[in-house]
């Protein structure tokens, strides 16, 4: 929707942007410092991490009037390693608000295990299954504050609906997966060319 008829912005550049990624957290040195603070690895220590890594990261701009949609989703489909260690980090930078674009999600549907997954292989990248259809009245808002960080588990199923307000909802979500005892699964949609470092000065 940032484009009319004729393939022009209808707004200027800087408000046109969804999101920037993949690797903020290792290309720049402001999300670096931040994804790998110690405020940041205490809370993965906390969660049973051993050895964590930043595996993707994005800067989400949600901007207004424009701000897509993201359909219900496991971030387990996207980052899978066996057995499963996927969690997100979503920092608020403007407040979130159902107005905005605020994330929502199924409460406790963690408990349920991983849906699908989101591969590469020869044909692309694709889903393994179909979506399984769900129902909106079983999802909650999570509305924050800017400064707020939501801790997402891998198998949550959650969303976020178009920004159709006239404010932005900026948020900078950072996945981490652990690498002690696990595998990164060699069919997942992100591939590297070098093994990550950890979120921490080993």
């Known amino acids: 929707k940032a484009f009319d008829d004729d393939g022009k912005l209808k707004q200027p550049k800087q408000l046109s942007i969804n999101k920037v990624g993949h690797a903020l ?15 940041m ?10 050895r964590p890594v930043g595996i993707q990261s ?11 949609e993201v359909v219900p989703h496991q971030d387990n489909s996207f980052l899978y390693t066996n057995p499963t260690t996927c969690t997100g980090l979503w920092l608020a930078l403007e407040d979130a608000t159902i107005l905005n ?13 991983l849906v699908r997954r989101f591969i590469r292989d020869e044909t692309g990248v694709h889903f393994d299954k179909p979506s399984p259809p769900y129902d909106q009245k ?38 981490v997966v652990d690498t002690d005892g696990c595998k990164w699964a060699e069919d997942n949609w992100i591939r590297r060319n070098a093994d990550p470092e950890p979120l921490y000065a080993s």
């Open 25 to 39: 957290h290792e290309k720049d040195p402001v999300f670096k410092s931040f994804s790998s603070s110690e405020k």
């Open 41 to 50: 690895t205490s809370l993965l220590f906390s969660l049973g991490y051993k």
């Open 101 to 113: 674009g605020c994330l929502w999600a199924i409460p406790r549907s963690h408990k349920d295990g």
């Open 138 to 175: 079983d999802f909650v808002p999570i509305e924050e504050k800017a400064g707020s960080l939501v801790v997402i588990h891998g198998d949550l199923i959650h969303q976020s609906f178009e920004n159709k307000s006239s404010t932005s909802r900026h948020a900078y979500s950072l996945h």
């Open 58 to 68: 994005m800067y989400i701009f949600k901007q207004p009037g424009i701000g897509g």
